[in-house]
Nanobody, 119 residues
Framework: QVQLVESGGGLVQAGGSLRLSCAAS????????MGWFRQAPGKEREFVAA????????YYGASVKGRFTISRDTAKNTVYLQMSSLKPEDTAVYCC????????????WGQGTQVTVSS
């Protein structure tokens, strides 16, 4: 059973920072790519960031590039999303994802953690 458990969400003022964590269990995730998506009420799911199994390839969505940083600790099977200069439009449920392939659909999804940015 693969599990992805997010933590670190909460309420923050605009301009503030938060760090999300995603702990993976049930597989050896050292060879998995991992990432983050988000979904705000009434909006489509949006890609936020992804990191390859080696950490050598990193991708960001256009709306977060330059403000968010994704990283991973392979020994802890954990991926992080450091969010800075937060804006009210960053308010969403943030979900962690993982997959054993280099590309294509994501196989595993976490339940999500709520991030709320107040103006």
């Amino acid at each position: 059973q693969v599990q992805l458990v997010e933590s670190g969400g909460g309420l923050v003022q605009a301009g503030g920072s938060l760090r999300l964590s995603c702990a993976a269990s049930g597989r050896t995730f050292s060879t998995y790519r991992m990432g983050w998506f988000r979904q705000a009420p009434g909006k489509e799911r949006e890609f936020v960031a992804a990191i390859s199994w080696s950490g050598g390839s990193i991708y960001y969505g256009a709306s977060v590039k330059g403000r968010f940083t994704i990283s991973r600790d392979t020994a802890k099977n954990t991926v992080y999303l450091q969010m800075s200069s937060l804006k009210p439009e960053d308010t969403a449920v943030y979900c962690c994802v993982a997959d054993s392939d280099r590309s294509g659909p994501w196989d595993y999804w976490g339940q999500g953690t709520q991030v709320t940015v107040s103006s």
